[in-house]
């Protein structure tokens, strides 16, 4: 699969749902107020934190959290 973007050109893009979900783990929000929150099952919330662990190459949501600020992906 060809990736959709790079940061740097080290990791794959994420998308903007990804990254509020990051935004939202950051604040200290629970995966299943995350769902709640978003209208989206906490499936599909799991899924979107695996997906970032994956682009990301991290293996915890702590460390997505320090890598996503490092990138400066919160703005």
């Known amino acids: 699969m060809k990736p959709r973007g790079s940061f740097n050109g080290e990791f794959e893009q994420l998308t903007s749902r990804e990254i509020e979900v990051l935004r939202l783990i950051s604040e200290g929000t629970s995966s299943r107020n995350i769902a709640s929150r978003l209208g989206i099952s906490y499936a ?9 662990g994956g682009k990301l190459g991290v293996h915890s949501k702590g460390e997505a959290v320090l890598k996503a600020r490092e990138l400066a992906l919160f703005g």
């Open 44 to 52: 599909t919330v799991r899924s979107h934190i695996r997906s970032v």
